[in-house]
């Protein structure tokens, strides 16, 4: 069965440092998603991109951080200059879209950031 | 500022009961409703989807919806150990955003 993937599964990084966690949709789907989660706290919604460009963000998709899709497979989140409340677990996900289209979202396993 | 509710739990349940799971939204213009569980430091993984007021079966799990009053639940049949986990309620609003926005989960304890 398609599942969405993603790399790497723990990133540790030094406040300030710029880190870069991938993801692989599925391979049909259209829209696809960063969400994250701090320990304890509801999963929060950051961007979501269609068609090669962002359609929506929230309020925490700061300027430190950008999405890019650069190639047919990966789907990239930059954080430029980590801080220590940036540490959470990052979830990627992607729905497809079109005739028979379905908004359900699926899941990559995630990326746990810790910023020291 | 919309928002998704649920009772933290833990709820707990023996062996082969019934586990009601609940949860209220604000944004009455919502559009589909979501069932995902998620393990200790795992990943969401979708459950069920339900779009329309009513009952939607599959397997040992049926979702709700009843618009009027904005309130969705889960029901698991014959509880498992394995259906210990944190249930997460997500929901799509009005418009045309796609992004799913989360209750806080219900932990459900299934006890041998």
């Known amino acids: 069965e398609p599942e969405v993937t993603q790399t790497p599964s723990h990133q540790v990084t030094q406040m300030g440092q710029e880190v870069i966690l991938r993801c692989v949709p599925i391979s049909n789907h259209l829209y696809f998603y960063w969400y994250r989660q701090i320990l304890g706290q509801k999963v929060e919604f950051l961007v979501s991109f269609y068609n090669n460009e962002i359609s929506e963000k929230s309020e925490i998709f700061d300027d430190q951080f950008s999405v890019e899709r650069p190639d047919g497979s990966n789907f990239t989140l930059k954080i430029r200059s980590t801080k220590l409340e940036d540490s959470a677990m990052y979830f990627c996900a992607s729905s497809e879209w079109g005739i028979g289209r379905t908004d359900t979202q699926y899941f990559g396993p995630g990326t746990r950031l810790t910023v020291l | 500022q919309k928002e998704v509710e649920q009772n933290s739990g833990p709820l707990s349940v023996p062996e082969g009961a019934i586990a009601s799971l609940n949860c209220t939204y604000s944004?009455?213009?919502?559009?589909?409703f979501f069932w995902y569980r998620q393990y200790s430091g795992k990943s969401p993984e979708l459950i069920m989807s339900?779009?329309s007021n009513g009952d939607k079966e599959d397997g040992r799990f049926t979702a709700q919806l009843n618009k009027a009053s904005q309130y969705v639940s889960l029901l698991i049949r014959d509880s498992q150990p394995s259906d210990s986990a944190t249930y997460l309620c997500?929901?799509?609003?009005?418009?045309?955003?796609?992004?799913?926005?989360w209750g806080l989960g219900t932990s459900l304890a299934v006890n041998p």
């Open positions: 997500a929901v799509i609003g009005a418009g045309n955003n796609r992004k799913l926005i």
């Open positions: 944004d009455r213009g919502s559009q589909s």
């Open positions: 339900i779009y």
